[in-house]
């Protein structure tokens, strides 16, 4: 499923993005938010309660304890999926 800013009228770091989402899939439903900006996707995601994945190729200094799970870039993504389900 894509949700783009046009469609819900907002701009991350704003929720409406993952609020958007958890109502078309469900809250019952299991999801993960893979993405590499600390400030409009990791930091959301984790007040909201998404799991995520942080590709951290900026190398921000953020604290990566607050992701689910931390990738320098994307080779590794699909094994992590598979480790975290």
Same mark, same amino acid.
């Given at each position: 499923m894509v949700v783009t800013a046009e469609h819900v009228r907002s701009y991350k770091p704003a929720p409406e993005h993952f609020t958007h989402l958890r109502r078309q899939i469900g809250p019952s439903? /299991? !999801?993960?938010? $893979? $993405?590499?900006? !600390?400030?409009? %996707?990791?930091? @959301?995601a984790r007040a909201l309660g998404v799991p995520r994945i942080w590709i951290n190729r900026d190398r921000t200094g953020e604290d990566p304890a607050a992701a /689910?799970?931390?990738? @320098? %870039?994307?080779r590794g993504l699909a094994a992590t999926l598979q480790a975290l389900h």
């Open positions: 439903a /299991t !999801w993960l938010h $893979a $993405a590499c900006s !600390w400030f409009h %996707d990791i930091a @959301p /689910t799970a931390v990738l @320098p %870039d994307l």
